[in-house]
């Protein structure tokens, strides 16, 4: 499969112009959060000779106290789950694969840039939009190996996205816990597909 268009930043906008009823009827597929509202788009997923690779997207509007909270120096963790479940009618759902993915937002108010690391990546932006664009997709995430698999098998990709309040200093985890605009988090709907790898490229040995 291949991965679908992004969705577009300037919905990050909309969100927070036309509320979240507006919101909810121009993207009827997506699923919506308890608290502040996040909008999170199924998986789209890469099935390659070595296993499975997802690529996600979530859409939201930064609330006000987590934006005051980055511009004075208190860096935001975004967590992303993936996991692949095989179903079972007499039993729990078997997980087969299971990846993460923590994003680190911070700003840094003598150069009035934003900072954006996960994993290898290390990107500066010039504004929040542009900086949490990039904190609000995750690409080519390997969720499960091949060896795990078997031809022609279902297997379902779902998982979650998150505000990881455990990173943040310990006097905020206290005072914001049950907050509203601290609870950013949203499910992923959940994608069925068959295992049938792509052919291999490598040469042989």
Do not use: C
């Not at 990050?12 to 959060?33: F, K, M, N, Q």
């Amino acid at each position: 499969m291949s991965l679908s268009q992004a969705p577009d930043p300037k919905r990050r906008r909309l969100l927070a112009v036309a509320g979240a009823g507006a919101a909810a009827g121009l993207l009827p597929t997506w699923t919506r959060a308890a608290a502040a509202t996040v909008y999170a788009q199924p998986p789209t997923l890469d099935l390659e000779a070595d296993g499975v690779y997802a690529s996600t997207s979530v859409v939201f509007a930064l609330p006000v106290a987590l934006e005051s909270a980055l511009r004075r120096g208190i860096p935001l963790h975004f967590l992303t789950r993936l996991r692949v479940t095989q179903a079972r009618w007499w039993w729990f759902d078997n997980t087969l694969g299971e990846a993460k993915m923590l994003t680190r937002l911070s700003y840094e108010p003598l150069l009035d840039k934003y900072r954006v690391s996960a994993g290898a990546l290390r990107a500066g932006f010039s504004s929040l939009d542009e900086a949490l664009d990039q904190v609000q997709h995750v690409a080519h995430l390997k969720v499960a190996d091949a060896r795990q698999l078997q031809r022609g098998q279902g297997y379902e990709v779902g998982g979650s996205f998150e505000l990881d309040l455990s990173q943040l200093p310990r006097p905020f985890q206290l005072n914001v816990g049950s907050q509203p605009d601290w609870q950013l988090r949203a499910d992923f709907p959940p994608v069925s597909f068959t295992w049938t790898p792509a052919p291999s490229t490598a040469p042989p040995a």
